[in-house]
């Protein structure tokens, strides 16, 4: 007998494994509320140390809204498989045709977020074929490597794995009070000990090479610029991981649509869900689902 997860879904919403060509992924699938004309699909993809359920918040407000969101677990995250010791299949390009087989799946074009380390993932699966998406919306997600500040607690995160168990890692990032980036959203579902679960679902060697990819990321805005998309960039007021600066600066590159969500950081979708819901469905409306050619 399979034993419950502990990860509850919203209501109305479905957690399963969605199948794709490149295995199975959990996925939390949130259908268009009742009574409301279905306006489009979007795929949220999570960031370093997060998962599906970091979504979990705005599922309610885009249903309302017309939209299907599904939420995933990539590869080695919370309740999606994963080697525990090999990096190799979690190089950034590995995770991005993941992304593109969960995008097919899905069985019509989407719109596609991710946050965080999630966007640029997300980004890396645009350049490599932009055919499965409608648009593309980069929340919290800079142009290139994190802060220096940031790229200190990464070390200091990879430092503590090659030494230590993840149950004892996450004992020294409850203590520590960790930035975002490195702990995951202390909001937006379950308390501590679901959290503690999800750390410890993370597979190793996911952390570590997902870890080295927020320290060396290029800058890849020029190659994103050439693709044929409607962008979003979308952030909190204040960011630690990413200068707000810097995203505003990103999005005048790539001709993108901006947003700042006002009494919000590093994870507006936490801290703003109603704000940064309404903000994903304006966008998504202006620019309504259609066959890619």
Not at 100 to 126: D, E, F, I, K, Y
Not at 166 to 180: D, F, K, R, S, T
Not at 257 to 274: C, K, L, M, Q
Request: one cysteine or more.
């Amino acid at each position: 007998m399979t034993t419950p997860s502990p990860f509850v879904p919203p209501p109305g919403a479905r957690a399963y494994a969605l199948r794709t060509a490149r295995g199975e992924f959990a996925v939390v699938d949130a259908p268009v509320a009742a009574g409301v004309e279905p306006r489009g699909v979007a795929l949220l993809v999570p960031g370093f140390t997060g998962s599906k359920e970091d979504f979990h918040l705005l599922h309610e407000p885009l249903a309302a809204r017309g939209y299907r969101t599904v939420a995933v677990d990539g590869r080695g995250q919370n309740e999606s498989e994963g080697p525990a010791d090999d990096e190799a299949p979690y190089a950034q390009e590995e995770l991005a045709r993941d992304l593109l087989t969960q995008a097919n799946a899905l069985g019509t074009p989407v719109h596609l977020m991710g946050h965080s380390l999630g966007g640029q993932v997300a980004r890396a699966a645009v350049l490599l074929d932009r055919t499965p998406f409608v648009s593309f919306t980069m929340m919290s997600s800079g142009p290139a490597r994190i802060s220096e500040s940031q790229q200190q607690r990464v070390k200091l995160l990879h430092d503590a794995l090659a030494v230590m168990t993840m149950a004892e890692v996450w004992q020294v990032i409850a203590l520590m009070g960790p930035p975002e980036e490195v702990g995951g959203p202390a909001r937006g579902f379950g308390g501590p000990e679901l959290l503690r679960r999800r750390w410890l679902n993370h597979k190793p060697a996911q952390l570590l090479a997902a870890g080295t990819q927020l320290c060396v990321e290029p800058d890849r805005v020029a190659e994103l610029e050439a693709v044929a998309l409607p962008f979003h960039v979308l952030s909190g007021a204040r960011d630690d991981t990413w200068p707000v600066p810097l995203l505003d600066e990103m999005a005048q590159r790539l001709g993108a649509h901006r947003t700042v969500i006002p009494g919000a950081e590093h994870s507006p979708n936490a801290d703003r869900p109603a704000a940064t819901a309404q903000a994903l469905a304006d966008f998504w409306d202006a620019h309504p689902s259609r066959p890619q050619p």
